[in-house]
């Protein structure tokens, strides 16, 4: 990895800001090993594996497990290890719930016989992703390894997969983190995987390089969140722990106050900087982080969408 994926994973992870990066050596990059990465179980047949991106959910059903998102350039190969110390059973899936790299970058150690699913615009721009909004330049695995860990089946609106116990539904509502969200249902086990349309208690990217919204965010989140009855526990793209729809709906409110502030920063002259400086964090939002500078980018696309 270069230097600016290296602050890009960092910063999309969450764990430093660009501020942070910019005073201090980058640190290097962690080398892809079985320790970098920690299994969760969440049923007695889904886990959550954490580190080296985003979460990955592996669904192990009958005929074999299901992998949501693919982590880091260079963790591929890893996770496939890691997933072996859960279960004896192949990899026969794979679901990527957006396009970004720390999302997506392990599929290209996926075998070309297990299927690669995902929403039609997140497949179309796997090989097309340069700059996340606000971060800049990525690495795109897929341009360097042509023809590798592409989404071949597409769905729109939702696809369901599976029956009974191994059923799984995706889900598409709209704009939000990027243009191409997947909500990914395990119907049976009451579980949702959001991935970074709900990343963690802060404001989210809008990424408007890959179709991303800011002014529509919210309401995405709560079609997604209204939509899909009967779930219980939410696997969220880089928290280090589940949430619940209730905590989904609070995350709404959170996201369409910030779009107000902003809008209202707008309307009073302000900059995007500006809006930021002069945003204050409702104390109902327990948990929440205020947002620093790193966030401007995301004023700057709402008040882009806003008339
Ligand atoms: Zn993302």
Do not use: C
């Amino acid at each position: 990895m270069n230097r600016i994926t290296v602050i890009a994973a960092h910063v999309l992870a969450g764990s430093i800001t660009i501020a942070v990066t910019a005073q201090q050596p980058a640190a290097p990059p962690p080398t892809p090993s079985l320790d970098g990465l920690t299994v969760e179980k969440v049923k007695d047949n889904l886990f959550v594996i954490r580190g080296a991106g985003g979460n990955t959910a592996v669904f192990v059903t009958a005929s074999g497990v299901t992998l949501v998102d693919t982590k880091n350039p260079g963790w591929g190969q890893v996770l496939l290890d890691k997933v072996k110390t859960i279960t004896d059973k192949p990899v026969t899936r794979v679901i990527n719930t957006h396009t970004h790299y720390d999302h997506t970058s392990g599929n290209i150690a996926i075998p070309a016989t297990v299927e690669i699913i995902a929403h039609e615009y997140t497949a179309k721009r796997l090989t097309e992703f340069t700059t996340v909004t606000g971060r800049g330049v990525t690495e795109n695995v897929f341009r360097a390894n042509p023809g590798k860990g592409l989404a071949k089946r597409t769905f729109t609106d939702k696809l369901t997969i599976g029956s009974g116990a191994d059923q799984i539904n995706l889900y598409y509502f709209g704009p939000a983190h990027t243009g191409g969200d997947a909500f990914v249902e395990f119907a049976a086990l009451r579980v949702m995987h959001a991935g970074d349309v709900f990343a963690r208690k802060a404001v989210p990217l809008m990424d408007k390089d890959n179709g991303g919204s800011g002014v529509q965010f919210a309401a995405t989140v709560r079609k997604a969140v209204d939509g899909v009855k009967n779930v219980d526990t939410i696997i969220n793209g880089h928290l280090p722990a589940q949430t619940t729809p209730a905590e989904m709906r609070e995350y709404a409110d959170f996201v369409a106050d910030f779009v107000a502030q902003v809008q209202a920063a707008k309307k009073a002259g302000k900059t995007a900087a500006q809006a930021i400086e002069g945003y204050a964090l409702p104390a109902k939002f327990k948990g929440y982080t205020a947002p620093d500078k790193t966030s401007a980018p995301y004023a700057q696309v709402i008040m882009d969408e806003t008339k």
